[in-house]
């Protein structure tokens, strides 16, 4: 069976499971979905099971799909380190490290782990994708990314990868200086429910810190609500008008020291969680990999607990 399985059928299956959608991944693939189609039924006569339920939203991977996923997308991986690897060793200008970060992290933490980095390895190529964390881990194990810099996330989404804390970071709640709140030396959380809101965006592991946050207060969600992780978005849209931004401290500590965002005076200490290096547990990072993860251990020292 193994031999009839070929590199083609574990690209496609990834693809569509990336996509959850037959006509994006046969696009990514510049194929047809006839032929997509085709290359999956194939597969899944070969395993001779299911790997994915069709419905009317997309294409969502059975239990047998799931089960096939973490498997396909490791050899996969394996074989693009190994390509990598003889890549990396034939010519050092074309070394690369992908890396996945959230957009708070990557304003606040990334300059400086890639500035240490490129002081050892000149001639290799730092591919930084921001994005959410749950679309960065999906990425992380498809090996499309070698090591994610973000949240800690839930258990459940922790299956195969491992973690390593390298500070705490807490969400502040901010207005510009010109807002009805900002030179409040009070202010209760039911206040809030009068202004439009700017929150992480839903599902996120920082907007569940939020939601944990405002069920502790008894606070319910104003009908007046943006959701973005967005960091320059809403540093322009909290300039524009009266909107409060719970926002990670690091992404605007700039803004607060220079005043033109304003740290209202509520106690969010709930709304803190773990920042760290994410990385598979059954792929060791490359060479490049290993020195970049050293770049942010390095570059991290300090920031605990907002420093």
């Not at 005043?259 to 760290?276: H, W, Y």
Request: hydrophobic letters at 45%.
């Amino acid at each position: 069976m193994n031999g009839r399985i070929r590199f083609r059928h574990l690209h496609c299956f990834l693809t569509i499971a990336r996509h959850q959608n037959v006509g994006a991944a046969a696009k990514e693939l510049a194929i047809t979905q006839p032929a997509l189609s085709k290359t999956l039924r194939e597969l899944e006569d070969e395993l001779e099971v299911p790997l994915f339920e069709r419905g009317r939203r997309g294409m969502s991977l059975t239990h047998f799909g799931e089960l096939f996923l973490q498997y396909a997308a490791a050899s996969i991986a394996s074989l693009r380190h190994g390509i990598d690897s003889i890549q990396l060793a034939r010519a050092a200008s074309r070394n690369a490290v992908a890396v996945g970060a959230l957009p708070n992290v990557a304003a606040r933490l990334m300059p400086e782990a890639v500035r240490i980095f490129k002081e050892g390895a000149v001639g290799t190529t730092v591919r930084l994708v921001e994005g959410s964390n749950s679309r960065l881990l999906d990425r992380l194990r498809l090996g499309e990314l070698e090591l994610v810099v973000g949240r800690l996330a839930s258990s459940e989404h922790m299956s195969g990868l491992r973690f390593e804390h390298l500070y705490s970071e807490s969400l502040a709640i901010v207005v510009q200086r010109n807002h009805p709140l900002a030179k409040a030396k009070r202010c209760p959380v039911a206040v809030l429910a009068q202004y439009p809101w700017l929150l992480p965006e839903d599902s996120t592991v920082i907007r569940q810190e939020v939601d944990r946050f405002l069920l502790a207060e008894g606070v319910s969600l104003p009908d007046n609500v943006v959701d973005s992780t967005s960091v320059p978005f809403g540093r322009a849209y909290v300039e524009v008008s009266d909107v409060i931004w719970f926002v990670p401290s690091g992404a605007v500590r700039s803004d607060l020291a220079a005043k033109n965002l304003i740290a209202l005076p509520i106690a969010s200490s709930t709304m803190e969680g773990s920042v760290g290096i994410t990385t598979r547990v059954d792929i060791a990072p490359t060479s490049a990999g290993r020195l970049f993860i050293e770049a942010v251990r390095r570059a991290a020292i300090g920031l605990d607990d907002g420093g």
